[in-house]
Protein backbone atom coordinates (compact mmCIF):
# COMPACT_ATOMS: atom_id res chain seq x y z
CA UNK A 1 0.00 0.00 0.00
CA UNK A 2 1.97 3.60 -0.96
CA UNK A 3 1.44 6.37 1.83
CA UNK A 4 -1.39 8.84 0.81
CA UNK A 5 -2.90 11.81 2.13
CA UNK A 6 -6.38 12.75 2.18
CA UNK A 7 -7.56 15.48 0.20
CA UNK A 8 -8.50 17.57 3.49
CA UNK A 9 -4.58 17.29 4.55
CA UNK A 10 -3.65 18.59 0.79
CA UNK A 11 -5.78 21.23 1.04
CA UNK A 12 -4.92 22.47 4.27
CA UNK A 13 -1.27 22.31 3.58
CA UNK A 14 -1.79 24.61 0.48
CA UNK A 15 -3.79 26.56 2.42
CA UNK A 16 -0.95 26.79 5.07
CA UNK A 17 1.76 27.81 2.22
CA UNK A 18 -0.65 30.98 0.69
CA UNK A 19 -1.24 32.17 4.33
CA UNK A 20 2.47 32.05 5.19
CA UNK A 21 2.83 34.23 2.18
CA UNK A 22 2.61 37.91 3.31
CA UNK A 23 2.47 39.22 -0.07
CA UNK A 24 -0.95 37.02 -0.41
CA UNK A 25 -2.08 38.21 2.46
CA UNK A 26 -2.94 42.20 2.12
CA UNK A 27 -2.68 43.36 -1.43
CA UNK A 28 -5.35 45.73 -4.08
CA UNK A 29 -6.53 43.73 -7.06
CA UNK A 30 -7.97 45.32 -10.34
CA UNK A 31 -10.52 43.98 -12.11
CA UNK A 32 -14.25 43.62 -13.87
CA UNK A 33 -16.98 41.80 -12.32
CA UNK A 34 -18.89 39.73 -13.73
CA UNK A 35 -21.22 36.81 -12.47
CA UNK A 36 -22.40 39.18 -9.72
CA UNK A 37 -24.34 37.43 -6.80
CA UNK A 38 -25.79 38.72 -3.55
CA UNK A 39 -27.17 36.02 -1.67
CA UNK A 40 -30.13 37.80 0.42
CA UNK A 41 -30.31 35.46 3.11
CA UNK A 42 -26.56 35.14 4.60
CA UNK A 43 -25.39 38.86 2.69
CA UNK A 44 -22.69 37.57 1.63
CA UNK A 45 -21.53 38.62 -2.27
CA UNK A 46 -19.71 36.35 -4.34
CA UNK A 47 -18.56 37.20 -7.91
CA UNK A 48 -15.75 36.50 -10.44
CA UNK A 49 -12.75 39.15 -11.34
CA UNK A 50 -11.45 39.30 -14.45
CA UNK A 51 -9.46 41.10 -16.77
CA UNK A 52 -7.98 40.47 -20.94
CA UNK A 53 -6.04 37.07 -19.71
CA UNK A 54 -7.33 35.75 -16.50
CA UNK A 55 -10.22 35.61 -13.73
CA UNK A 56 -10.01 34.44 -10.18
CA UNK A 57 -13.46 33.98 -7.59
CA UNK A 58 -13.57 36.52 -5.11
CA UNK A 59 -16.00 36.62 -2.15
CA UNK A 60 -16.95 39.82 0.20
CA UNK A 61 -18.71 38.75 3.39
CA UNK A 62 -21.74 40.59 4.84
CA UNK A 63 -19.37 42.41 7.71
CA UNK A 64 -17.43 43.79 4.77
CA UNK A 65 -19.83 44.19 1.75
CA UNK A 66 -22.38 46.33 4.22
CA UNK A 67 -19.88 49.47 4.35
CA UNK A 68 -19.81 49.29 0.41
CA UNK A 69 -20.69 52.69 -0.74
CA UNK A 70 -22.25 51.80 -4.46
CA UNK A 71 -23.75 48.94 -5.94
CA UNK A 72 -21.48 46.47 -8.05
CA UNK A 73 -22.81 45.20 -10.65
CA UNK A 74 -21.25 43.03 -13.84
CA UNK A 75 -18.84 45.08 -16.31
CA UNK A 76 -18.02 47.33 -13.24
CA UNK A 77 -13.83 47.93 -12.94
CA UNK A 78 -12.99 47.74 -9.75
CA UNK A 79 -10.53 48.40 -7.07
CA UNK A 80 -10.34 45.75 -4.32
CA UNK A 81 -8.10 45.19 -1.27
CA UNK A 82 -8.07 41.94 -0.06
CA UNK A 83 -5.77 38.29 0.48
CA UNK A 84 -6.19 34.87 -0.83
CA UNK A 85 -7.05 31.85 0.72
CA UNK A 86 -8.65 27.98 -0.34
CA UNK A 87 -12.15 26.98 -0.09
CA UNK A 88 -11.32 23.65 0.98
CA UNK A 89 -14.61 22.22 0.37
CA UNK A 90 -14.11 22.63 -3.41
CA UNK A 91 -10.44 22.81 -3.42
CA UNK A 92 -10.40 26.39 -4.82
CA UNK A 93 -8.19 29.08 -3.89
CA UNK A 94 -10.38 33.10 -3.99
CA UNK A 95 -9.66 36.37 -2.89
CA UNK A 96 -11.31 37.03 0.12
CA UNK A 97 -12.51 40.93 -0.53
CA UNK A 98 -12.09 43.20 2.33
CA UNK A 99 -13.05 46.48 0.51
CA UNK A 100 -14.04 47.75 -2.76
CA UNK A 101 -14.48 51.04 -5.04
CA UNK A 102 -15.15 51.48 -8.45
CA UNK A 103 -11.71 52.08 -10.12
CA UNK A 104 -10.47 54.76 -12.35
CA UNK A 105 -10.57 58.74 -12.48
CA UNK A 106 -12.92 59.40 -9.66
CA UNK A 107 -14.41 55.76 -10.06
CA UNK A 108 -17.06 56.67 -7.49
CA UNK A 109 -17.94 59.74 -9.51
CA UNK A 110 -17.96 57.55 -12.99
CA UNK A 111 -20.55 55.24 -10.92
CA UNK A 112 -22.72 58.30 -9.82
CA UNK A 113 -22.63 60.07 -13.40
CA UNK A 114 -24.11 56.97 -14.80
CA UNK A 115 -26.65 56.67 -12.42
CA UNK A 116 -27.29 59.91 -12.19
CA UNK A 117 -28.09 60.15 -16.26
CA UNK A 118 -29.88 57.28 -16.21
CA UNK A 119 -32.84 58.28 -13.03
CA UNK A 120 -32.36 61.59 -15.02
CA UNK A 121 -33.61 59.82 -18.18
CA UNK A 122 -36.13 57.87 -16.48
CA UNK A 123 -37.53 60.95 -14.32
CA UNK A 124 -37.17 60.32 -11.38
CA UNK A 125 -35.91 64.16 -11.12
CA UNK A 126 -38.62 65.68 -13.13
CA UNK A 127 -39.56 68.91 -11.37
CA UNK A 128 -43.50 68.98 -12.83
CA UNK A 129 -43.80 65.91 -10.49
CA UNK A 130 -42.64 67.93 -7.21
CA UNK A 131 -45.48 68.25 -4.65
CA UNK A 132 -46.01 71.70 -2.80
CA UNK A 133 -45.11 71.71 0.82
CA UNK A 134 -47.83 72.59 2.46
CA UNK A 135 -47.69 75.75 4.83
CA UNK A 136 -48.33 74.88 7.87
CA UNK A 137 -48.17 71.18 8.98
CA UNK A 138 -49.25 69.56 12.21
CA UNK A 139 -47.22 66.62 11.96
CA UNK A 140 -43.91 66.31 10.19
CA UNK A 141 -42.33 62.75 9.39
CA UNK A 142 -38.12 62.04 9.96
CA UNK A 143 -36.29 59.37 8.33
CA UNK A 144 -33.08 59.73 9.72
CA UNK A 145 -31.56 57.85 12.58
CA UNK A 146 -32.51 58.08 15.84
CA UNK A 147 -28.97 58.54 17.58
CA UNK A 148 -27.88 61.07 14.53
CA UNK A 149 -27.27 64.74 15.40
CA UNK A 150 -29.63 65.22 12.78
CA UNK A 151 -32.23 64.28 14.57
CA UNK A 152 -31.41 66.52 17.25
CA UNK A 153 -30.98 69.63 14.83
CA UNK A 154 -34.36 69.06 13.64
CA UNK A 155 -36.13 68.92 16.84
CA UNK A 156 -34.82 71.82 18.25
CA UNK A 157 -35.34 74.06 15.09
CA UNK A 158 -38.89 72.78 14.72
CA UNK A 159 -39.74 73.78 18.71
CA UNK A 160 -38.25 76.78 18.27
CA UNK A 161 -40.91 77.98 15.45
CA UNK A 162 -43.70 75.86 16.27
CA UNK A 163 -43.66 73.68 19.46
CA UNK A 164 -46.65 71.99 19.02
CA UNK A 165 -45.49 69.85 15.81
CA UNK A 166 -45.63 66.48 16.46
CA UNK A 167 -42.42 64.82 15.05
CA UNK A 168 -42.76 61.02 13.82
CA UNK A 169 -39.54 58.93 13.39
CA UNK A 170 -39.00 56.63 11.43
CA UNK A 171 -35.53 55.47 12.51
CA UNK A 172 -33.11 54.65 10.17
CA UNK A 173 -29.10 53.91 9.52
CA UNK A 174 -28.09 56.25 7.45
CA UNK A 175 -25.06 54.45 5.96
CA UNK A 176 -23.67 51.20 5.78
CA UNK A 177 -25.03 48.49 3.58
CA UNK A 178 -28.56 48.67 5.21
CA UNK A 179 -29.17 52.25 5.26
CA UNK A 180 -30.46 52.40 1.48
CA UNK A 181 -32.91 49.72 2.69
CA UNK A 182 -33.97 50.79 5.62
CA UNK A 183 -34.27 54.62 4.27
CA UNK A 184 -36.94 53.63 1.49
CA UNK A 185 -38.53 51.86 3.96
CA UNK A 186 -38.73 54.31 6.63
CA UNK A 187 -40.45 56.88 3.78
CA UNK A 188 -43.00 54.17 2.68
CA UNK A 189 -43.96 53.38 6.38
CA UNK A 190 -44.48 57.24 6.62
CA UNK A 191 -46.43 56.88 3.98
CA UNK A 192 -48.18 53.66 4.89
CA UNK A 193 -49.24 55.87 8.36
CA UNK A 194 -50.51 58.68 6.30
CA UNK A 195 -50.99 60.81 9.14
CA UNK A 196 -48.20 63.46 8.32
CA UNK A 197 -48.42 66.29 6.66
CA UNK A 198 -44.35 66.16 4.85
CA UNK A 199 -41.43 64.12 5.55
CA UNK A 200 -37.60 65.05 6.01
CA UNK A 201 -35.18 62.89 4.76
CA UNK A 202 -31.76 63.82 5.80
CA UNK A 203 -28.23 63.08 7.81
CA UNK A 204 -25.40 65.38 8.91
CA UNK A 205 -22.41 65.54 6.90
CA UNK A 206 -19.81 63.41 6.29
CA UNK A 207 -17.62 61.74 3.05
CA UNK A 208 -19.00 61.19 0.03
CA UNK A 209 -19.03 57.46 0.66
CA UNK A 210 -20.64 58.20 3.98
CA UNK A 211 -23.63 59.97 1.66
CA UNK A 212 -23.86 56.63 -0.89
CA UNK A 213 -27.59 55.66 0.70
CA UNK A 214 -28.94 58.85 -0.15
CA UNK A 215 -28.16 57.95 -3.90
CA UNK A 216 -29.24 54.70 -3.82
CA UNK A 217 -31.94 53.88 -6.59
CA UNK A 218 -33.65 51.94 -3.70
CA UNK A 219 -34.04 55.21 -1.75
CA UNK A 220 -34.95 57.33 -4.92
CA UNK A 221 -37.74 55.54 -5.50
CA UNK A 222 -39.17 55.31 -2.28
CA UNK A 223 -39.03 59.58 -2.72
CA UNK A 224 -40.56 59.40 -6.03
CA UNK A 225 -43.55 57.35 -4.79
CA UNK A 226 -44.43 58.67 -1.79
CA UNK A 227 -47.59 60.48 -1.72
CA UNK A 228 -46.50 63.00 1.26
CA UNK A 229 -44.03 65.59 0.12
CA UNK A 230 -40.70 65.47 0.95
CA UNK A 231 -37.99 67.51 1.44
CA UNK A 232 -34.65 66.36 1.37
CA UNK A 233 -31.23 67.35 3.62
CA UNK A 234 -28.35 65.60 3.50
CA UNK A 235 -24.83 66.90 4.34
CA UNK A 236 -23.79 70.06 4.01
CA UNK A 237 -24.43 72.87 1.62
CA UNK A 238 -22.11 71.62 -1.06
CA UNK A 239 -23.34 67.75 -1.19
CA UNK A 240 -25.66 67.04 -3.63
CA UNK A 241 -27.23 63.68 -3.41
CA UNK A 242 -30.15 61.96 -5.42
CA UNK A 243 -32.60 62.18 -2.69
CA UNK A 244 -32.01 65.97 -3.07
CA UNK A 245 -32.68 65.81 -6.81
CA UNK A 246 -35.53 63.85 -6.18
CA UNK A 247 -37.08 64.94 -3.40
CA UNK A 248 -39.67 67.79 -3.55
CA UNK A 249 -37.85 70.31 -2.00
CA UNK A 250 -33.96 69.99 -1.39
CA UNK A 251 -32.50 71.85 1.98
CA UNK A 252 -28.88 72.16 2.24
CA UNK A 253 -28.71 70.66 5.92
CA UNK A 254 -31.22 69.38 7.76
CA UNK A 255 -31.50 72.45 10.20
CA UNK A 256 -32.69 73.99 6.97
CA UNK A 257 -34.88 70.86 6.33
CA UNK A 258 -36.55 71.89 9.34
CA UNK A 259 -37.00 75.11 8.66
CA UNK A 260 -38.39 74.72 5.05
CA UNK A 261 -40.46 72.37 6.90
CA UNK A 262 -42.72 74.25 9.85
CA UNK A 263 -42.78 77.80 8.86
CA UNK A 264 -42.29 80.67 11.81
CA UNK A 265 -45.31 80.04 14.24
CA UNK A 266 -45.34 83.67 15.43
CA UNK A 267 -45.01 84.96 11.69
CA UNK A 268 -47.89 82.68 10.88
CA UNK A 269 -49.74 84.04 13.58
CA UNK A 270 -48.77 87.91 12.89
CA UNK A 271 -50.15 87.13 9.54
CA UNK A 272 -53.37 86.11 10.79
CA UNK A 273 -53.73 88.66 13.37
CA UNK A 274 -53.01 91.20 10.54
CA UNK A 275 -54.94 90.08 7.82
CA UNK A 276 -58.44 89.61 10.50
CA UNK A 277 -57.24 93.34 11.79
CA UNK A 278 -57.16 94.58 8.15
CA UNK A 279 -60.62 93.09 7.35
CA UNK A 280 -62.56 94.34 10.31
CA UNK A 281 -61.19 97.80 10.28
CA UNK A 282 -62.50 97.50 6.51
CA UNK A 283 -65.78 96.68 7.73
CA UNK A 284 -65.88 99.23 10.43
CA UNK A 285 -65.18 102.06 8.02
CA UNK A 286 -67.03 100.84 4.90
CA UNK A 287 -70.28 100.63 7.66
CA UNK A 288 -69.43 103.95 9.30
CA UNK A 289 -69.33 105.32 6.27
CA UNK A 290 -72.27 104.77 4.90
CA UNK A 291 -74.27 105.44 8.14
CA UNK A 292 -72.74 108.94 7.77
CA UNK A 293 -74.04 109.34 4.32
CA UNK A 294 -77.19 108.02 5.65
CA UNK A 295 -77.46 110.60 8.35
CA UNK A 296 -76.51 112.97 6.30
CA UNK A 297 -78.90 112.39 3.96
CA UNK A 298 -81.94 111.85 6.82
CA UNK A 299 -80.63 115.07 7.85
CA UNK A 300 -82.44 117.29 4.52
CA UNK A 301 -85.73 119.09 4.52
CA UNK A 302 -87.54 116.62 3.24
CA UNK A 303 -87.13 114.24 5.63
CA UNK A 304 -87.76 115.92 8.92
CA UNK A 305 -90.74 118.08 6.92
CA UNK A 306 -92.10 115.97 4.20
CA UNK A 307 -95.16 118.73 4.26
CA UNK A 308 -92.78 120.15 1.65
CA UNK A 309 -92.49 117.87 -1.00
CA UNK A 310 -96.05 117.97 -1.17
CA UNK A 311 -96.38 121.47 -1.23
CA UNK A 312 -94.07 122.13 -3.92
CA UNK A 313 -95.91 119.48 -6.14
CA UNK A 314 -99.05 121.53 -5.37
CA UNK A 315 -97.48 124.95 -6.39
CA UNK A 316 -96.26 123.39 -9.15
CA UNK A 317 -99.56 122.32 -10.28
CA UNK A 318 -101.40 125.43 -9.57
CA UNK A 319 -98.78 127.19 -11.38
CA UNK A 320 -99.08 124.86 -14.50
CA UNK A 321 -103.09 125.12 -14.52
CA UNK A 322 -102.79 129.07 -14.23
CA UNK A 323 -100.37 128.85 -17.60
CA UNK A 324 -102.97 126.19 -19.38
CA UNK A 325 -105.85 128.92 -18.64
CA UNK A 326 -103.61 131.72 -19.78
CA UNK A 327 -102.88 130.32 -22.77
CA UNK A 328 -106.31 128.97 -23.47
CA UNK A 329 -107.76 132.68 -22.98
CA UNK A 330 -105.23 134.31 -25.28
CA UNK A 331 -106.01 131.58 -27.81
CA UNK A 332 -110.11 132.00 -27.62
CA UNK A 333 -109.62 136.01 -27.66
CA UNK A 334 -107.55 134.64 -30.92
CA UNK A 335 -109.98 133.44 -32.37
CA UNK A 336 -113.09 135.37 -32.00
CA UNK A 337 -110.92 138.42 -33.35
CA UNK A 338 -110.22 136.08 -36.82
CA UNK A 339 -114.49 135.46 -36.62
CA UNK A 340 -115.25 139.09 -36.59
CA UNK A 341 -113.24 139.58 -39.57
CA UNK A 342 -114.63 136.89 -41.08
CA UNK A 343 -118.27 137.99 -40.70
CA UNK A 344 -117.11 141.18 -41.81
CA UNK A 345 -116.12 140.43 -45.31
CA UNK A 346 -118.85 138.24 -45.57
CA UNK A 347 -121.63 141.08 -44.34
CA UNK A 348 -119.60 142.96 -47.10
CA UNK A 349 -120.00 140.27 -49.81
CA UNK A 350 -123.67 140.39 -49.72
CA UNK A 351 -125.37 141.34 -52.69
CA UNK A 352 -127.77 143.76 -50.45
CA UNK A 353 -124.49 145.50 -49.38
CA UNK A 354 -123.77 146.12 -52.99
CA UNK A 355 -127.14 147.56 -53.68
CA UNK A 356 -127.40 149.99 -51.08
CA UNK A 357 -123.76 151.62 -52.60
CA UNK A 358 -126.59 152.21 -55.68
CA UNK A 359 -126.10 148.58 -57.98
CA UNK A 360 -129.93 147.50 -59.03
CA UNK A 361 -130.60 143.39 -60.37
CA UNK A 362 -132.72 143.28 -63.11
CA UNK A 363 -134.59 140.46 -63.71
CA UNK A 364 -137.24 139.04 -66.24
CA UNK A 365 -139.69 136.33 -65.26
CA UNK A 366 -137.91 135.91 -62.49
CA UNK A 367 -134.53 135.21 -64.32
CA UNK A 368 -131.44 137.72 -63.59
CA UNK A 369 -130.33 139.36 -66.73
CA UNK A 370 -127.21 139.33 -67.46
CA UNK A 371 -126.95 139.17 -71.66
CA UNK A 372 -128.06 142.08 -73.30
CA UNK A 373 -128.47 139.77 -76.17
CA UNK A 374 -131.57 138.38 -74.37
CA UNK A 375 -133.41 141.21 -74.13
CA UNK A 376 -135.54 143.32 -76.98
CA UNK A 377 -136.47 146.69 -76.93
CA UNK A 378 -139.89 147.24 -75.22
CA UNK A 379 -139.25 144.37 -72.83
CA UNK A 380 -140.88 145.14 -69.50
CA UNK A 381 -138.11 144.21 -66.65
CA UNK A 382 -138.05 144.20 -62.86
CA UNK A 383 -134.98 146.59 -61.60
CA UNK A 384 -134.51 145.48 -57.63
CA UNK A 385 -132.92 148.15 -55.61
CA UNK A 386 -132.13 148.16 -52.14
CA UNK A 387 -135.35 149.69 -50.41
CA UNK A 388 -137.26 148.66 -53.71
CA UNK A 389 -138.37 147.15 -56.80
CA UNK A 390 -138.91 149.36 -60.18
CA UNK A 391 -140.76 148.19 -63.21
CA UNK A 392 -138.70 149.57 -66.86
CA UNK A 393 -139.19 149.50 -70.26
CA UNK A 394 -136.10 148.68 -72.35
CA UNK A 395 -135.93 151.79 -75.02
CA UNK A 396 -132.93 150.57 -76.92
CA UNK A 397 -129.85 148.44 -76.04
CA UNK A 398 -126.10 148.82 -76.89
CA UNK A 399 -123.49 145.80 -76.79
CA UNK A 400 -120.13 146.08 -75.95
CA UNK A 401 -117.59 144.18 -77.70
CA UNK A 402 -113.60 144.61 -77.08
CA UNK A 403 -114.27 147.60 -74.83
CA UNK A 404 -116.95 149.52 -77.17
CA UNK A 405 -120.38 149.88 -77.34
CA UNK A 406 -121.92 148.75 -80.27
CA UNK A 407 -125.30 149.66 -81.98
CA UNK B 1 -65.88 74.78 5.12
CA UNK B 2 -65.64 71.18 4.34
CA UNK B 3 -62.59 69.93 2.70
CA UNK B 4 -60.37 72.98 3.33
CA UNK B 5 -57.12 72.66 4.94
CA UNK B 6 -55.09 75.43 6.28
CA UNK B 7 -53.10 76.55 3.00
CA UNK B 8 -56.28 76.90 1.36
CA UNK B 9 -57.94 78.79 4.17
CA UNK B 10 -54.90 81.56 4.58
CA UNK B 11 -55.46 81.80 0.69
CA UNK B 12 -58.49 82.68 0.62
CA UNK B 13 -58.31 84.98 3.76
CA UNK B 14 -55.52 86.55 1.73
CA UNK B 15 -57.69 87.01 -1.06
CA UNK B 16 -61.07 88.02 1.01
CA UNK B 17 -59.09 91.14 2.55
CA UNK B 18 -57.89 92.28 -0.81
CA UNK B 19 -61.19 91.96 -2.89
CA UNK B 20 -62.89 94.35 0.52
CA UNK B 21 -59.88 96.71 0.42
CA UNK B 22 -60.25 97.52 -3.21
CA UNK B 23 -63.38 98.79 -2.68
CA UNK B 24 -65.57 97.77 -5.74
CA UNK B 25 -67.90 95.96 -3.92
CA UNK B 26 -71.43 96.32 -2.61
CA UNK B 27 -72.38 96.20 1.13
CA UNK B 28 -74.26 93.05 0.99
CA UNK B 29 -71.50 91.13 -1.10
CA UNK B 30 -68.60 93.17 1.13
CA UNK B 31 -70.72 91.94 4.57
CA UNK B 32 -71.12 87.98 2.95
CA UNK B 33 -67.22 88.39 2.22
CA UNK B 34 -66.56 89.51 6.02
CA UNK B 35 -68.62 86.78 7.50
CA UNK B 36 -66.72 84.04 5.16
CA UNK B 37 -63.49 85.94 6.65
CA UNK B 38 -64.58 85.16 10.19
CA UNK B 39 -65.16 82.38 10.17
CA UNK B 40 -61.60 81.47 7.96
CA UNK B 41 -60.18 83.26 10.64
CA UNK B 42 -61.33 81.65 13.58
CA UNK B 43 -60.70 78.45 11.44
CA UNK B 44 -56.89 78.89 10.92
CA UNK B 45 -56.25 80.13 14.66
CA UNK B 46 -57.44 76.74 15.94
CA UNK B 47 -55.66 75.06 13.29
CA UNK B 48 -52.63 76.62 14.84
CA UNK B 49 -53.21 75.25 18.11
CA UNK B 50 -53.94 71.89 17.36
CA UNK B 51 -51.26 69.72 18.21
CA UNK B 52 -49.40 68.51 21.33
CA UNK B 53 -45.62 68.87 20.08
CA UNK B 54 -44.90 65.22 21.28
CA UNK B 55 -42.07 63.10 19.16
CA UNK B 56 -42.97 59.38 18.47
CA UNK B 57 -41.13 56.33 16.88
CA UNK B 58 -43.05 54.44 14.07
CA UNK B 59 -42.19 51.14 13.97
CA UNK B 60 -43.45 48.34 11.20
CA UNK B 61 -43.69 44.96 13.53
CA UNK B 62 -43.08 41.79 11.89
CA UNK B 63 -47.05 41.04 11.96
CA UNK B 64 -47.11 44.06 9.56
CA UNK B 65 -48.78 46.43 11.58
CA UNK B 66 -47.58 49.90 12.36
CA UNK B 67 -46.83 50.87 16.07
CA UNK B 68 -46.16 54.53 17.50
CA UNK B 69 -44.05 54.50 21.00
CA UNK B 70 -43.07 58.12 22.49
CA UNK B 71 -39.71 59.10 22.31
CA UNK B 72 -37.74 60.92 24.97
CA UNK B 73 -35.74 63.43 23.73
Redesign the interface.
Known amino acids: MQDYITVGMLNSYITRLLDHDARLQDFWLKGEISGFRLYQQSGHIYFTLKDEEASVSCVMFKSKGQHLTFKPEDGMEVLLRGYVSVFARQGKYQVYVEEMQPYGTGGLFLYLEKLKARLAAEGYFALEKKKKI???V??V?VVTS?DGAA??DI?RVI?QRH?????????SSVQGNEAPRELA?GVQ??N??GDVDVIIVGRGGGSLEDLMAFNSEELVYAIYHSCIPIISGVGHEVDFTFSDLTADLRAATPTQAAQLAVPD?SL??K??TS??K??VR??QR?LSN?EERLDRSMMTKVWREPGILLQRQQDILAETGNRLKRAMEGKIQDKTHHLALAAAGIDNLSPLKVMTRGYAILTKDERVIKDVSAIEIGDVLQADLANGRLQVVIKGKEKMKNGKYQF | MENINFDTALERLEDIVEQLESGQLALEASLALFEEGVKLSLYCQKELKKTDGRVQRLFKKLNGELELIELDV
Open positions: PRINRGQLQLKPGVEVILAHQILEYFLQDLLSRMFMTR
